[in-house]
Each structure stands twice: as C-alpha cells, then as structure tokens.
C-alpha cells in the first residue's frame, strides 16, 4: 500500500496532497485470511499518519467474500450472508477497541478514527425487515463509552 502511494506520488513532500483521511480497504479473505497482529495495524496506522500528518486514519471498506477452506460461497447464499456480516462487524469492533487501546498505552502519535464499512451494506444490510443498520449504529456507539 505505501510502495503504490509513493509510486503515485501521493505522498511526495512537493504534491499538494492533504486529505482529510486517508483509509484502508482491506479483504482478509483475498489474502488467505491473514490476520494481522494488533499491534501491527497500530503500526501501519502510524505509518499512514506520518506519510499523511493532517489526516484521520482507520479503517475504509472492509467484506468477505464467504471463503470456506474448502470453496468459495456465492453471494446470493444467505446463510453465508449472515454469518459474514455477522463476523466481519465482530471482528472489526474488537479490533478497533484494541487498537485504540494500543495506541493510547503506548502514548503513539495516530490520529485514528477506527471506523469501517461493510462493502456490500446496501445490498445485504438495508431492507424494510432487516435490524442491522439499527445494531450497526449501537455498535458504534459501545465505541464511545
């Protein structure tokens, strides 16, 4: 990610590239479910923030693609629906409640925002019947107690 922002010239010191954020889309499981150490992600996030100093960092779009050791779910499996949003917004919850722990114990200069989306919120989470925008948003309010 840093080696394509650099050969972009996103954050050659000449440009006059300031954003106000600067998120990280990530799809563990295109990436044969690696998953990161925390402590490695507060690392990339103080990376991101030196590269971007007036920038909030965190989290972009984030989804699974429902990969089972064995085969790949289509998207239409509502089975495999629900447990991937299920699991992708406990995953990233935790995950953001330890690395703003990390950062804060360690006194690290990140501006993080946390943050995430559900890449295919509109299709899988938005319906008349559905309760998940309204457990989305209690959710991110646990964020702030």
């Known amino acids: 990610m840093l080696k394509w922002l650099r050969d972009n010239k996103l954050i050659d010191h000449g440009t006059d590239f ?8 990530v799809y563990e499981e295109d990436c044969e479910n690696i998953q990161l150490p925390t402590a490695d992600w507060v690392d990339i996030f103080e990376e991101m923030q030196l590269k ?3 920038a ?3 989290f972009g779009e984030t989804g699974a693609q429902c990969n089972y050791r064995t085969h790949r779910e289509p998207r239409s499996d509502k089975p495999c629906v629900r447990l ?15 690395i703003t722990s990390l950062i804060k114990a360690g006194h690290r200069q990140v501006d993080y925002i946390g943050g995430y989306f559900y890449w ?4 899988d989470m938005i319906s008349p019947n559905s309760p ?4 989305l948003i209690s959710s991110i309010k646990k964020w702030d107690q």
């Open 120 to 123: 295919y919120f509109q299709q």
């Open 56 to 58: 909030k960092v965190g």
């Open 18 to 25: 300031h954003p106000d954020y600067v998120l990280l889309s």
């Open 132 to 135: 998940a925008l309204a457990e």
């Open 52 to 54: 971007f100093p007036h």
């Open 84 to 98: 991937q949003k299920k699991n992708v917004r406990k995953h990233y919850d935790e995950l953001h409640l330890k």
